[in-house]
């Protein structure tokens, strides 16, 4: 009798599977546009956890077209973003290299909307002078001096560049749930226009915030990159979906029944082995926007609170779907960098806020 076919599971292509370096994802690649108005292609946001909607099937070639679907969603809490610079990129042959960046002064108040942790003083000053043992410094943006801005915007425009993008930072002290209180910085590109109309708009834009509605709107789609949830060091079986051996193996069954040939005399690469399972880099492709918050609107928590995260008190989204990571974790989005060619209305006739307790 022939051997049974049996396809491997786990793809090759996302090895290695290391942990990822931190828990907020890096965006190496941005898509390009022809676009003539200039406009931010990025931001970030805490995932709250999941719930489920009511929503209208727009699809006419659907079999459930007109109808009402229910469907999974995720909500991801987005308050504002702050600008802090502005940076460029030159093309050479070894890729882009940076050409310049031009950073708001936070001394002198360039950052309108902070909160108190970020005023002009310090909290080790205010320890300082009040006789106090100054605390460690913690949740505060680094200051940068780069001279004057004048001089370094003239600088820019001076070069010929690639890419420019904005240095942005997050507000978590916005965000209950999140313990940690320190801002996340992070590149976002500009996209649309030339060079100088970037520049101008980032210009512009320095030192202010940016909000959800100032990027996205509902019923486009985004790309979600965020890191998975860790599952610490597993074996084979879990890792890959080994078959288990025999029950006459006289050693294990929860292994591999060959490591290799003789010949070779080592182990390759490609042999399904234990390691680390989770806390990944992970995207999502095309992921669509159902609804953007608007203070007319009603709760999103439900009773109780999500689990593990609490209430969302801030601007937040709903994204139809599943997306990497547990909650409290930071998702990144970008535009899609493989946009579908048509993308239906979105029509929420309800959302659930019952308890996601299990009473």
Known sequence: MA????????????????????QFPRISSWPESDASEVRVQGFAGWKAGMTHILMRDTNPHSTSAG????????VVETPPMNVLAVRGYRMTPYGLQTAGEVWTDISQGGLENLAPRFANQTRGERDIEEGRKPAKRGGRIPSRSNGSQEASIESLRGQDLSEVRLIVSTQPNMV?????????????????????A?????????????DLDDVYQVGQEVDVVGVTKGKGWQGSIKRFGLKLLSHKNSKRRRQGGNMGDFGTGYVRKTIRQA??????????LNKRILRISNPDESEITPAGGFLN??????PYMIVQGSLPGPAKRLLRFRDPIRPRKKVGEVEVTYVSTSSKQGV
Request: proline residues 5%; positive net charge; without cysteine.
């Open 275 to 284: 390691g680390q399972v989770g806390y990944h880099k992970r995207t999502e």
């Open 3 to 22: 051997d049974r076919h049996r396809p491997r599971r786990g793809s090759m292509g996302y090895s290695p599977r290391k942990r990822a370096v931190r």
């Open 309 to 314: 995260y609490g209430e969302v008190r801030n």
């Open 67 to 74: 109808q009402e679907v229910r469907q999974a969603v995720t």
């Open 176 to 196: 209950g749930s999140i313990p940690s209180k320190t801002p996340e910085i992070m590149e976002v590109d500009l996209v649309g226009g030339g060079t100088d």
């Open 198 to 210: 970037k520049l101008d708009w980032a210009m512009e834009h320095l030192g202010a915030q940016i």
